[in-house]
């Protein structure tokens, strides 16, 4: 039996000087406080109260431990009040890991709103493109984009991620529009060197996935902003999620090539360490960042 209500029950008839008045103010029937209190004096192994048919009356052990009990039931009291305090206060400082060039292009908007909402909390930034360890590094919640693999760590999807294989219009006027990822020129492909192109069916990504393996790209590099660059100047073509891609589409520095072959769209994720409990500045972020980007997301309007 719970100590803590056997606790109460005898503090509660000790006030009140009866059972009877005690089960009135506890919502309990007379019985139940009576055979509380017979538990609490049980696990103590001494009598609390004497009983009469009229009243019940302290022991010189039930003063005693009437003085201990109300010290602890006061501190509990304080403690409850304390933490529901804290956890309807959003502050204190939110560890984030993110992608690099996701952060620079739009994770820098929804943090300055995210604050001006939740001014109580400090963010630490951390940019990488690896994967960052969530739980010995201390990180509350990184951001991933991919194919999530099953893991014991919790993952919210906050927005779809797509592929777009995309060149300029000069690199096409020149080397001419692909049909076929057969026509596709081994050295003219702009490698993002942290892409995952895993064995697959599709004849485009099993393509891709041979030009990486023999090393037949002409420019490989850990980030796609640069090879966006450089796929404008006419160097090559590119595969690079559109939240990269999406503004040089919309303006017609880069096009879409081989639609027909269209990809799978992977996610954008918040990956935290525990699903219950969550601390709420954790808890705040994960609900502003659901809804921020929209679906589709708003770089998607090419």
């Given at each position: ?83 529901g305090e804290l956890q309807n206060t959003v ?199 659901g809804t921020y980007y929209g679906d589709p ?6």
């Amino acid at each position: 039996m719970d100590r803590i209500e056997t606790m109460k029950a005898f503090v509660t008839v000790a006030e009140e000087g009866s059972f009877t008045k005690a089960a009135d103010k506890l919502q309990l029937s007379n019985q139940l406080v009576s055979k509380y209190v017979s538990q609490f004096e049980e696990q103590l192994g001494v009598r609390l109260f004497n009983r009469t048919t009229r009243r019940v009356h302290l022991t010189e052990e039930g003063e005693q431990c009437l003085q201990h009990a109300v010290s602890i039931l006061e501190s509990i009291h304080d403690m409850d009040s304390y933490f529901g305090e804290l956890q309807n206060t959003v502050s204190g400082q939110l560890s984030i890991s993110a992608p690099v060039s996701f952060s620079t292009l739009h994770l820098s908007p929804l943090i300055r709103d995210f604050k001006k909402q939740f001014p109580l909390v400090s963010v630490h930034l951390e940019l990488s493109d690896r994967k960052v360890d969530v739980i010995e590094e201390g990180v509350d919640v990184a951001l991933r984009i991919g194919l999530l693999k099953d893991s014991s760590l919790i993952a919210k999807r906050v927005a779809p991620i797509k592929l777009a294989l995309c060149a300029a219009p000069s690199y096409l006027e020149e080397k001419g529009y692909p049909n076929h990822p057969d026509d596709l020129i081994a050295a003219d492909f702009l490698r993002y060197s942290y892409m995952n192109l895993a064995p697959s069916e599709h004849p485009l990504l099993e393509t891709l996935r041979a030009y990486a393996q023999n090393n037949q790209s002409g420019l490989v590099a850990n980030n796609g902003e640069i090879l966006m660059t450089a796929a404008i100047a006419g160097e090559g073509y590119i595969l690079q999620p559109t939240f990269i891609v999406g503004e040089a589409l919309k303006e017609g520095c880069l096009v879409t090539i081989l639609d027909d072959y269209p990809l799978d769209s992977m996610g954008l994720y918040a990956v935290y360490p525990h699903r219950k409990l969550l601390p709420p500045k954790l808890r705040a972020f994960l609900d502003f960042i659901g809804t921020y980007y929209g679906d589709p997301p708003y770089w998607d309007d090419y």
